[in-house]
């Protein structure tokens, strides 16, 4: 019999026995650990995410072209059909327009069925009188002034018409359907941010109404726009004119030496009316008599005692540089 010594216990013990504790060892190693879970084998792994289901609902900008296009109709002009049914289409694009921070430039303000939101509304959507026997104040009217102030580009007559009940009726809350016996009381969180809102609504406006009607070489003093935005101080001013800038309703260069705005274009929140139209033909006239100028000038130098190879300078008016 073969036997081996152990240097660490310093014993000596038979082959065999050695031989059988390296295979109890073994097998030890090989069977499964009772804390390691066994290996299970997983299915492929598949795309389980939900495929995005394209929406069919139209986007704000889209609803509120559509109503613009559905109230522009002859047969909405007339509205002797469907009375109600335009009063709230037109109660709905106006909330829209007020209501969307990127919506700037307003074209159904002269369509029919949107003026005759200042009218009473019909019997049948009228809303029951007070307690007091007195008519309730329409909110449809409140809301239209509330536009009218918005688009006019005057902040202390906007301050004037955002009355609670025309914020209310921008959020929804008073601006329902007219059948609706109680309207579901607006949150007050819900009413503060609609008028942070339409404060900045209200100051683009003052802006760009500012803009446009600019001197004729297009430059706004920082003073102006301070005045007409009620803002403390010139670093306001200038952010309020990068704003404009960067959503596109304004194209102007900020001179912070000078203290003044340099307006290129400005865009027109209200569509255009009397005003608009006057205000393009003093423009129209002042270029007409700057090119007769000019043109006066040129035929004056190039007729009989004229300059054409005598290389002489012509000098033109100030009035025309």
Same mark, same amino acid.
């Given at each position: 019999m073969c036997f081996l010594f152990s240097p660490r216990s310093g014993a000596l013990f038979s082959y065999s026995r050695h031989c059988f504790r390296r295979r109890r060892?073994?097998?030890? *190693? *090989?069977?499964?650990?009772?804390?390691?879970?066994?290996?299970?084998?997983?299915?492929?792994?598949?795309?389980t995410k939900k495929q995005a289901v394209p929406d069919d609902a139209p986007t704000r900008d889209e609803r509120r072209r559509l109503l613009t296009l559905a109230l522009s109709l002859p047969s909405a002009s007339a509205a002797g059909d469907a009375p109600q049914q335009?009063?709230?289409?037109?109660?709905?694009?106006?909330?829209?327009? %007020?209501s969307d921070a990127a919506a700037i430039e307003c074209d159904f303000w002269p369509l029919p069925a949107v003026q005759a939101l200042a009218s009473a509304a019909p019997a049948a959507a009228a809303p029951s009188p007070s307690p007091d026997g007195s008519p309730p104040p329409s909110s449809d009217a409140a809301l239209l002034r509330l536009l009218g102030a918005t688009l006019a580009g005057d902040l202390a007559q906007y301050r004037a018409a955002a009355t609670p009940e025309?914020?209310?009726? =921008?959020?929804?809350?008073s601006g329902g359907p007219a059948a609706a016996a109680a309207p579901a009381p607006v949150p007050p969180a819900a009413l503060a941010a609609a008028?942070? %809102?339409?404060?900045?609504?209200?100051?683009? *406006?003052?802006?760009?109404?500012?803009? $446009? $009607?600019?001197?004729?070489?297009?430059?706004?003093?920082?003073?102006?726009?301070?005045?007409?935005?009620?803002l403390p101080d010139d670093a306001d001013v200038q952010r309020w004119v990068?704003?404009?800038? $960067?959503?596109?309703?304004?194209?102007?260069?900020?001179?912070?030496?000078?203290?003044?705005?340099? =307006?290129?274009?400005a865009a027109r929140p209200r569509a255009f009316g009397p005003e608009e139209?006057?205000?393009?033909?003093?423009? %129209?006239a002042l270029w007409e008599a700057r090119l007769g100028g000019a043109a006066g000038m040129v035929a004056a130098c190039t007729g009989d005692g004229g300059t054409r190879g005598g290389g002489a300078h012509i000098q033109l008016p100030a009035a025309v540089v």
């Amino acid at each position: 019999m073969c036997f081996l010594f152990s240097p660490r216990s310093g014993a000596l013990f038979s082959y065999s026995r050695h031989c059988f504790r390296r295979r109890r060892r073994r097998r030890r *190693s *090989s069977r499964p650990s009772s804390l390691t879970p066994p290996k299970t084998t997983h299915p492929p792994k598949t795309n389980t995410k939900k495929q995005a289901v394209p929406d069919d609902a139209p986007t704000r900008d889209e609803r509120r072209r559509l109503l613009t296009l559905a109230l522009s109709l002859p047969s909405a002009s007339a509205a002797g059909d469907a009375p109600q049914q335009l009063r709230a289409a037109a109660r709905e694009l106006c909330r829209l327009f %007020l209501s969307d921070a990127a919506a700037i430039e307003c074209d159904f303000w002269p369509l029919p069925a949107v003026q005759a939101l200042a009218s009473a509304a019909p019997a049948a959507a009228a809303p029951s009188p007070s307690p007091d026997g007195s008519p309730p104040p329409s909110s449809d009217a409140a809301l239209l002034r509330l536009l009218g102030a918005t688009l006019a580009g005057d902040l202390a007559q906007y301050r004037a018409a955002a009355t609670p009940e025309a914020v209310a009726a =921008v959020v929804g809350g008073s601006g329902g359907p007219a059948a609706a016996a109680a309207p579901a009381p607006v949150p007050p969180a819900a009413l503060a941010a609609a008028a942070l %809102l339409l404060e900045d609504k209200a100051r683009l *406006s003052a802006l760009l109404a500012l803009a $446009s $009607s600019a001197a004729p070489n297009g430059r706004v003093p920082f003073a102006s726009v301070r005045a007409a935005l009620d803002l403390p101080d010139d670093a306001d001013v200038q952010r309020w004119v990068a704003r404009a800038i $960067s959503k596109g309703a304004l194209d102007a260069r900020i001179d912070a030496v000078d203290k003044e705005v340099s =307006v290129a274009r400005a865009a027109r929140p209200r569509a255009f009316g009397p005003e608009e139209w006057a205000r393009l033909s003093e423009r %129209l006239a002042l270029w007409e008599a700057r090119l007769g100028g000019a043109a006066g000038m040129v035929a004056a130098c190039t007729g009989d005692g004229g300059t054409r190879g005598g290389g002489a300078h012509i000098q033109l008016p100030a009035a025309v540089v």
